[in-house]
């Protein structure tokens, strides 16, 4: 009876041999390494290499340049599993002379075929075809997204969503007329992409979008039973965006404002000391089946859309900073807003006074306290994990929410905001469009522009003699006509 290990190592064999057989293509870009990271402008070239062990024939010969985005949805029964989605397809013209005439790359014969991409700062238009609620949708969808699933570290996204870059060369064969095509050999090398993504203008929250909390205000006690003593307002802005160098290694700085309204139920109550300020990153990864029309990190959590999306969070410490000290300042609270001094029972029904006569209850502070945290704060990518820019595509977008937390008082009472931040990429190439796509009238009117001047360029024509014979084929004008009729004709004798 033959032994299980010699039957697994002669079908290793068989099957090593069988695809030493099969005909395959090399790609090969120059100056190319493991970790290297390619950005909006960047150059990919090198060859394509194919080598076979028989003939094959073919009819044509394809290197492209091609984004990927795909999806899996587990467990969601009503819509599709899997979806695939092409956003970027660029075509290499292939020379002639690169590629047997005969259209057959012939048995032990080595053909080289070079090709030559630029990374793209934009996507072409019919990238994103389907509807979108504003044109700023639109304009996210229409950026290129970065590489996801393919850093060979954390890139802080779920299994289900993919977005792949690779430069793709094939050779198909129609058997017969009308039939479709199919590949008879074919080879890709993938590669890295952390496409240019410039600063945004900060986002307009409001209280319709859920997942950020800009502002909260929470009572102060010296303790657990103590009467209050005042109201503590924290509110805070979106940071600038912390923007990584082209190749990802280096983020610029960014800081957390924080700006502290502290409003005392007596003048002579000091406002409460700020412990510590600490920070969380937010990492949240939208996808689903279908494209969608709107912003997955806006609006209410549980709207419902007819694509909705999935979404997987990770979080990152960034900083827990004690603080020293606080300069605070006095402020006058605004006459217009303080209160009257004076409530009526049935609109305090916690008042202690007799139904139907005026209470005077205590007067509001007149004054405020207010003060200012910065907090500097970067984010780094490491060989275990990175951070990817914020993007929106048709398929996947990824956002970020940075996580306050400020300690207050004797009781370390908690007050959480979470706020938006962008995480974006150095420009390194310039855009040949300026940052923009051009329009279908910029279009038409440079064509139409171009069109007239052709029809208004000057001509040298040679000059004809009195008396050469007229070859002009168009009708006389008005003042031919009138010339003709001034010349006195001879009588016939």
């Not at 099969?22 to 493991?34: A, C, E, F, S």
């Not at 205590?362 to 275990?384: C, E, G, Q, W, Y």
């Not at 908690?414 to 279009?443: C, Y």
């Amino acid at each position: 009876m033959p032994d299980a290990n010699d039957t697994a190592g002669r079908a290793a064999a068989r099957s090593k041999a069988a695809a030493a057989l099969k005909p395959t293509i090399d790609v090969i870009i120059d100056r190319h390494y493991n970790s290297k990271v390619y950005t909006s402008g960047s150059v990919i070239a090198g060859r394509t290499i194919v080598k076979t062990v028989r003939d094959i024939a073919f009819d044509h010969f394809d290197i492209v340049f091609t984004g990927i985005a795909a999806t899996r949805l587990d467990f969601v029964q009503q819509y599709p599993s899997h979806s695939f989605r092409p956003f970027l397809k660029l075509r290499m013209p292939i020379s002639e002379d690169d590629v047997p005439e005969d259209r057959v790359f012939k048995a032990g014969k080595t053909y080289t075929v070079p090709f030559h991409f630029v990374v793209p700062h934009h996507l072409p238009i019919g990238a994103c075809k389907h509807q979108c609620e504003v044109d700023s949708v639109l304009d996210q969808h229409l950026r290129l997204p970065p590489t996801i699933g393919f850093w060979g570290a954390d890139d802080q996204a779920p299994e289900m969503a993919q977005i792949e870059y690779a430069v793709k060369a094939r050779a198909v064969k129609q058997e017969q007329a009308g039939s479709p095509a199919t590949k008879v050999m074919e080879g890709q090398h993938v590669v890295k992409v952390l496409p240019a993504s410039p600063e945004d203008a900060p986002l307009d929250i409001t209280f319709r979008d859920e997942r950020y909390t800009m502002a909260k205000t929470k009572t102060i006690r010296k303790n657990l039973f103590s009467a209050k003593t005042g109201k503590l307002t924290a509110a805070s802005t979106q940071p600038e965006a912390v923007m990584f160098s082209a190749d990802g290694r280096d983020a610029s700085m960014s800081a957390a404002h924080i700006n502290l309204e502290f409003v005392p139920d007596s003048v002579d109550t000091a406002p409460p000391k700020i412990n510590s300020v600490s920070a969380k990153l937010l990492s949240t990864t939208f996808f689903g089946a279908a494209p969608v029309n709107y912003l997955p990190n806006l609006g209410p959590r549980t709207a419902y859309h007819g694509n909705p999306c999935l979404n997987y969070t990770t979080t990152s410490s960034i900083f827990n900073t004690p603080v020293d000290k606080v300069s605070w300042r006095q402020e006058k609270v605004d006459a217009g807003r303080r209160d009257s001094g004076y409530s009526s029972s049935h609109l305090s029904p916690d008042s202690d006074a007799v139904p139907g006569k005026m209470a005077r209850k205590k007067a509001a502070s007149p004054i405020k306290h207010v003060a200012t945290l910065d907090v500097p704060f970067t984010i780094t990518n490491t060989n275990r994990k990175i951070f990817l820019p914020t993007f929106h595509s048709c398929l996947i977008s990824r956002t970020y929410v940075l996580q306050l937390c400020v300690t207050v008082g004797p009781t370390n009472t908690t007050m959480t905001l979470s706020v938006p931040v962008q995480v974006g990429v150095e420009t390194i190439h310039d855009d040949p469009q300026g940052g923009a796509l051009p329009s279908f009238e910029s279009v038409m009117a440079r064509d139409e522009e171009a069109e007239a001047d052709n029809y208004l360029r000057p001509r040298i024509r040679r000059a004809a003699s009195d008396d050469a014979p007229q070859t002009n084929s168009l009708l006389p004008g008005y003042n031919e006509l009138s010339r003709r009729a001034a010349i006195q004709v001879a009588p016939v004798a």
